[in-house]
């Protein structure tokens, strides 16, 4: 496996303001991805981030609301722009270790909270 | 049809019996299937990976995998007050590509002393 460092770990936020939200890993990966976990749901993918390249966006997810940053293999940003209350959710960075097998692991999250 | 589909429970066991957690999928091409544990407040844990039919044992964990029904399974031995969590299963490639984990909701066990 590898240390996934995500910050901050939670936030409350006033609506209408935006969050980034850093993943820094101890190794270098050649894929990162963003996952929201609803308040009593499952993980849902918002977007791919890849280094030297545009993120790729799930269906439902949109560059304006969730630009994504890669600028090198070991760290990523995720911004949730001009925030709502339904945006409350924990966001979640995860990498692809072992590229062969798909296994992804999980970095601590990030706890939001919109009012 | 949702992709995943997982019974929400909670699955209450007693200590030391088999908790026997299922997870049905949609997607005929699907490759890869895991196991996640996620403890109430934290992020989700990998604890199995299995890609062929048939059975994979790992400690007091067995996957159990059956592509041709859409199936897999997870069977805690011996289980233990610490295994009370949400277990997420998730299922990759087919017409989800590689790399693109679909989650189910989770199953919670609770393991009572």
């Known amino acids: 496996s590898a240390v996934i460092s995500q910050k901050p770990s939670r936030d409350i936020c006033q609506r209408g303001t935006s969050l980034t939200i850093q993943c820094q890993v101890d190794s270098q990966v050649t894929m990162m991805f963003w996952y929201r976990q609803q308040p009593g749901q499952s993980l849902t993918l918002i977007a791919t981030a890849n280094q030297g390249s545009e993120a790729t966006y799930e269906s439902g997810f949109v560059i304006d609301k969730f630009p994504i940053s890669r600028p090198n293999l070991t760290f990523s940003t995720l911004t949730v722009s001009n925030m709502s209350p339904e945006d409350s959710s924990i966001y979640l960075c995860s990498v692809d270790i072992f590229r062969a097998r798909e296994k992804l692991f999980f970095g601590s999250g990030t706890q939001l909270s919109v009012l | 049809q949702k992709e995943v589909e997982q019974n929400s429970g909670p699955l209450s066991v007693p200590e030391g019996a088999i908790a026997s957690l299922n997870c049905t999928y949609s997607d005929r091409g699907s490759q890869s299937f895991f196991w996640y544990r996620q403890y109430s407040g934290k992020s989700p844990e990998l604890i199995m990976s299995i890609y062929s039919n048939g059975d994979k044992e790992d400690g007091r964990f067995t996957a159990q995998l059956n592509k041709a029904s859409q199936y897999v399974s997870l069977l805690i031995r011996d289980s233990q007050p610490s295994d009370s969590a949400t277990y997420l299963c998730?299922?990759?490639?087919?017409?989800?590509?590689?790399?693109?984990?679909?989650f189910g909701t989770g199953t919670r066990l609770l393991v009572s002393p």
């Open positions: 998730a299922v990759s490639g087919g017409n989800t590509g590689f790399q693109k984990l679909v």
